[in-house]
């Protein structure tokens, strides 16, 4: 059944005895990724289920310039978007009509392709008279390390999604599974049945690299921030430096696996400090490069990595000390190389914190991240605007 509501205000379908549900659908569109989910929970139980997950990824287009073309992914974004949207539909076996609120990235990214995805989001929530939810993308991102926590179980079978892959796909879909529940009580504080614990969140993908204190859903503080390249960045630009493939992060963890982590001394930038520099570590493979003959990419490979997650984990770590929290999280593509989890993983067990890391096919770039942050924004009573502008430069807060 399906209960009037006032326009804009969330409408909730009945299901079963003191519960609702509500369904989600977001469009993620910052970058070189168009991806669309559809998101549904129950008011009074833990966790969501992720009813339709699609990715469509851009990285054949973009490959051959080394990097991302904001004109060719924003065009790109037109196409894909449609397409998905109807997938996304019919893998969830839901009706438009059936969504109950609209959610798009509305920022940081790049103009032209964060309009799409909010302008489809827009034109759906005026179209249907449902709520919009303008959601950052960074927000996205550091939520998704508890994405399903105390959720239903994970479907068995499934796979992570591969970080290269030329054509629409679909990125994941959960079997539906039966609900656990909470007793037989009503319960009415519905973001305590998603706890985000306090904890020091590492942000590293392509664009950004941050530590944020999160406090809470909404109630963020930045640590620090990258001055110059993001560690993703980095990662791409020496990559490109040794002639390998767009996106470099994968590539250069690839030949890492069987490389010495400590034939090559590079620099780790801004130990003192809370932001971090990775323009330098690449400025140092540029000039070392011409002085190496033989077999060296592999070394060359582990060396610059290891550089990399030396600082993103000693910060971290020093990080969660100063900010009295017992948990650091790490989100973004980034956090898709095992190296980071392994030894960020060991030093939080070493130095007594818990560690949570968003599972791989949840790190690169993907809808279901929006549709999750929108979800624990729609139960702190958060809509917004559909006069509400994108904005590249959109702040965490
Ligand atoms: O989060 P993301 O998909 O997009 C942005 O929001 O920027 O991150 C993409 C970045 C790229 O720079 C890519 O090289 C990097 O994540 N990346 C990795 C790995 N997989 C993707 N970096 C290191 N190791 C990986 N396995
Ligand atoms: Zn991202």
């Given at each position: 059944?399906?209960?009037?509501?006032?326009?804009?205000?969330?409408?909730?379908?009945?299901?079963?005895?003191?519960?609702?549900?509500?369904?989600?659908?977001?469009?993620?569109?910052?970058?070189?990724?168009?991806?669309?989910?559809?998101?549904?929970?129950?008011?009074?139980?833990?966790?969501?289920?992720?009813?339709?997950?699609?990715?469509?990824?851009?990285?054949?287009?973009?490959?051959?310039?080394?990097?991302?073309?904001?004109?060719?992914?924003?065009?790109?974004?037109?196409?894909?978007?449609?397409?998905?949207?109807?997938?996304?539909?019919?893998?969830?076996?839901?009706?438009?009509?059936?969504?109950?609120?609209?959610?798009?990235?509305?920022?940081?990214?790049?103009?032209?392709?964060?309009?799409?995805?909010?302008?489809?989001?827009?034109?759906?929530?005026?179209?249907?008279?449902?709520?919009?939810?303008?959601?950052?993308?960074?927000?996205?991102?550091?939520?998704?390390?508890?994405?399903?926590?105390?959720?239903?179980?994970?479907?068995?079978?499934?796979?992570?999604?591969?970080?290269?892959?030329?054509?629409?796909?679909?990125?994941?879909?959960?079997?539906?599974?039966?609900?656990?529940?909470?007793?037989?009580?009503?319960?009415?504080?519905?973001?305590?049945?998603?706890?985000?614990?306090?904890?020091?969140?590492?942000?590293?993908?392509?664009?950004?690299?941050?530590?944020?204190?999160?406090?809470?859903?909404?109630?963020?503080?930045?640590?620090?921030?990258?001055?110059?390249?993001?560690?993703?960045?980095?990662?791409?630009?020496?990559?490109?430096?040794?002639?390998?493939?767009?996106?470099?992060?994968?590539?250069?963890?690839?030949?890492?696996?069987?490389?010495?982590?400590?034939?090559?001394?590079?620099p780790r930038s801004m130990?003192?400090?809370?932001?971090?520099s990775f323009?330098g570590l690449?400025?140092?493979?540029?000039?070392?490069?011409?002085?190496?003959?033989?077999?060296?990419?592999?070394?060359?490979?582990?060396?610059?990595?290891?550089?990399?997650?030396?600082v993103?984990?000693?910060?971290?770590?020093?990080?969660?000390?100063?900010?009295?929290?017992?948990?650091?999280?790490?989100?973004?593509?980034?956090?898709?190389?095992?190296?980071?989890?392994?030894?960020?993983?060991?030093?939080?067990?070493?130095?007594?914190?818990?560690?949570?890391?968003?599972?791989?096919?949840?790190?690169?770039?993907?809808?279901?991240?929006?549709?999750?942050?929108?979800?624990?924004?729609?139960?702190?009573?958060?809509?917004?605007?559909?006069?509400?502008?994108?904005?590249?430069?959109?702040?965490?807060?």
């Open positions: 059944m399906c209960l009037p509501g006032p326009a804009g205000a969330p409408v909730f379908h009945r299901f079963g005895y003191n519960s609702f549900v509500q369904t989600i659908l977001a469009i993620e569109t910052s970058c070189d990724e168009t991806a669309v989910a559809i998101l549904r929970y129950r008011t009074g139980h833990p966790g969501s289920e992720l009813l339709a997950s699609e990715v469509a990824s851009q990285i054949a287009e973009h490959e051959k310039y080394g990097g991302v073309v904001p004109e060719v992914a924003s065009r790109n974004h037109l196409v894909h978007a449609p397409h998905l949207l109807e997938r996304a539909t019919r893998t969830a076996k839901i009706d438009m009509v059936e969504v109950d609120a609209f959610a798009a990235t509305s920022g940081p990214g790049l103009a032209s392709s964060l309009m799409i995805g909010a302008s489809i989001a827009k034109g759906l929530s005026i179209g249907f008279a449902k709520p919009y939810l303008a959601i950052n993308h960074l927000e996205g991102h550091l939520l998704s390390p508890f994405f399903f926590e105390d959720g239903p179980p994970r479907p068995s079978g499934q796979t992570a999604v591969p970080a290269v892959d030329l054509q629409p796909r679909q990125a994941r879909r959960s079997e539906s599974v039966p609900w656990r529940t909470r007793g037989s009580s009503a319960v009415t504080d519905e973001t305590s049945l998603f706890p985000i614990r306090p904890n020091v969140s590492l942000v590293v993908s392509g664009g950004h690299t941050m530590s944020i204190f999160v406090r809470g859903v909404g109630d963020y503080q930045i640590i620090g921030h990258t001055v110059d390249d993001a560690a993703g960045e980095a990662f791409d630009k020496v990559a490109k430096l040794l002639g390998l493939a767009y996106p470099g992060g994968p590539e250069i963890e690839k030949r890492a696996h069987d490389g010495d982590p400590a034939r090559f001394d590079f130990l003192d400090s809370d932001n971090f323009s690449k400025t140092a493979v540029r000039y070392l490069l011409p002085k190496l003959k033989g077999d060296y990419l592999a070394d060359l490979c582990a060396s610059f990595q290891q550089a990399v997650v030396d993103l984990v000693r910060k971290s770590i020093a990080a969660a000390k100063r900010y009295g929290v017992d948990l650091v999280t790490v989100s973004g593509g980034v956090s898709r190389n095992q190296e980071l989890r392994r030894q960020m993983s060991d030093a939080c067990a070493r130095e007594g914190f818990a560690f949570k890391s968003a599972e791989p096919w949840l790190c690169t770039d993907n809808a279901a991240m929006i549709a999750f942050a929108a979800m624990l924004r729609l139960k702190t009573g958060f809509a917004s605007r559909v006069a509400e502008e994108i904005d590249p430069n959109l702040a965490l807060g």
